[in-house]
């Protein structure tokens, strides 16, 4: 059954306050960085989300096993990411204030809480669900790439510099920023690399089978 227009409308508004309102929290909060990052998974993930699950919400029994495996695949990944400080080292690489317990926090802590409430609303095919599996396949799965272009973009902080750095950034003291910068380790490594795929693999197949199964019902929808 496809959503009324009204309740489009809306969702449609709630989607870009949201994301307007977290980049810019973030930006205020850490930096340009993750602006860049959630920003860009907000507006690609809305697109794809405006013309497929909120026309018409997608049957959980196709899109819950692909958002349960992503986020699975994701939180595994953290897991890498938490071990070698994926937040010190992205405020080293572009001078942001991510710390430690920041990274903690939100992507341990809150967000598994908006995991599981999403896949309850995937099951009663509320729109604003669709939209949260749709950030991410988007960004937390396909733009995992990133981490294999990281290693090779030179630090904002102490470049030439092998050794952990501490400093005050935008207020904000962010201990143990390692440098995982390629020149100067001789390693092409960032935190979560090594893991990077397991999150890109359902994410990108999410987006390929929840496309087509958008064509095949609209394709049937027309005959």
Do not use: C
Not at 83 to 109: C, D, N, Y
Not at 120 to 141: D, E, K, M, S, T
Not at 194 to 200: G, K
């Amino acid at each position: 059954m496809e959503t009324q227009t009204w309740k489009k409308g809306f969702n449609l508004g709630v989607v870009l306050t949201f994301t307007i309102v977290v980049s810019t929290i973030a930006y205020i909060k850490i930096g340009l960085a993750p602006v860049i990052i959630v920003g860009s998974s907000g507006i690609i993930g809305s697109v794809f989300w405006y013309f497929t699950y909120l026309k018409k919400p997608v049957d959980p029994k196709v899109i819950l096993p692909l958002f349960v495996l992503t986020v699975v695949s994701l939180q595994i990944h953290m897991i890498e990411e938490y071990s070698t400080g994926f937040g010190p080292a992205m405020s080293r690489l572009f001078g942001i204030s991510w710390t430690e317990k920041g990274f903690v926090i939100v992507f341990t802590l809150v967000g598994p809480m908006i995991y599981l409430l999403s896949a309850l609303g995937l099951f009663f095919q509320f729109p604003l669900a669709g939209f949260v599996a749709w950030f991410i396949f988007i960004g937390p799965g396909a733009m995992e790439f990133t981490h294999f272009i990281f290693p090779l973009i030179e630090p904002n902080i102490q470049p030439n510099s092998i050794e952990p750095f501490t400093q005050v950034i935008n207020g904000v003291l962010v201990r143990d920023m390692p440098n995982y910068y390629y020149k100067t380790t001789g390693e092409f490594y960032f935190p979560g690399l090594y893991t990077a795929l397991l999150p890109m693999i359902p994410g990108i197949y999410s987006i390929y089978k929840l496309v087509n199964y958008h064509r095949a019902n609209s394709a049937a929808a027309t005959r």
